[in-house]
């Protein structure tokens, strides 16, 4: 079997099996793995890979937790996470690792080049020291020497660079987790006239809220861009691809930010009589569009010219306490008094358990106990609205 740290388990790994017989297979939806019909009294190796979409469970929340730790403000208590954060395979993690990481998340990197997309480690294996698994070398593949009848050959496959555990572990897209208020760019609208060069000052309201943020800036072809200057922002917070026009942004601060300041200033020729706004757009064309504020939720971004409206929306929230044994709250946030619908289903889909009722506007929680979901492992549990759907990830521990 094959899993991440959190019991997902991960379709598509390939296993290759070598010694008394070359075997090779990929992992199932469940990732399970068999080899049969084997020679007794053989020594056997059997190693793990998975080297695609580098990009997978990969942002800026990444570089947000690795800076605490490398700060020493939170650690990273998980030696299968702090494996992951060492992507430049140094036995450590630092600045070196925020940077590659960084390049990745900004497309100017497609791949990690000194690691895999994915490592796996013996699961049976026990890190001599959690705070530094790289204290002795851990067994990347599992040694059967005189097989004598059946064995399992476990692995817990970790995702490089990712983490917060939240790459998809199937290949499909990861559902958003959305907070209720979006990150706020704004900028004055003015009128580009063709053949006229122009500077436009981008700025974020509550910056001082924001742990970080990425997004895709996109200049439509009634302009172009001719550069940048930085702000706040500066060059490794950025990719230009002047032809595309096109500017990938990561950035997340280390230390305290003043609201409504210049993160950077666009320089543009406009190829065409237009208006600013038509020629402006935040989107996740190359790098996905999200933000983090001080309680780890994802936000959207949203580019405003002179005209905000900040809507209130809808927040479902991660249970806690994550992972959970006896009970959990899941709360969630709705703008006004609704019926809605909490379900819980497994990795495949099945449903395992459902509530639904008329909630108040405001706060509310529900409490789910073991018993109730009569089951284990990670779990999607999806709130449901007539106007708002949202899933996260939750972790049931065998009791």
Known sequence: MITTDDLEPVLGVEIEMSGGAQMNQNTSANGAYVFNNLIKDKDYTVAAQLDKDHLNGVST?????????ILGVKALDNPYRMIAADVNNSKSISTIDMIQIRKLILNIDTKFSNVPSWKFVD??????????PWSEVFPEVVNINDLAGKVKADFIAIKMGDVNGNASATGA???????GKDMILSTEEQQLNAGQTYTVAIRAQDLSQLQG??????????????????GVMKAEHFGLFQKEGTITTSFHRT????????????????????????????????????????????????????????DDRAVLRQ?????????TSIGFYLPQATKAKLTIRDVKGALIYQVEGNYTKGNNQVILKQEQLRASGVMYYTLQTNDFTDTKKMVLLNK
């Open 255 to 310: 230390s305290s930010l003043a609201d409504d300041a210049v993160l950077f200033t666009l320089k543009l020729k406009a190829n065409a009589t237009t208006l600013l706004s038509k020629v402006l757009d935040i989107n996740s064309r190359m790098t996905h569009e999200e933000a983090y504020n001080q309680n780890d939720e994802v936000m959207g971004v949203r580019l405003s010219f002179g005209h905000v409206a900040i």
């Open 123 to 132: 699961a049976t294996y026990k890190f001599a020291e959690g705070t530094n």
């Open 173 to 179: 897209v990861a559902t958003e987790i959305r907070g």
């Open 213 to 230: 943020f990425q997004f895709t800036l996109q200049v439509g072809d009634r302009a172009e861009i001719l550069g940048l200057e930085y």
């Open 61 to 69: 929340f990444d570089l947000v937790q690795i800076q605490k730790h």
């Open 319 to 327: 249970n806690t306490p994550n992972p959970f044994a006896d009970e």
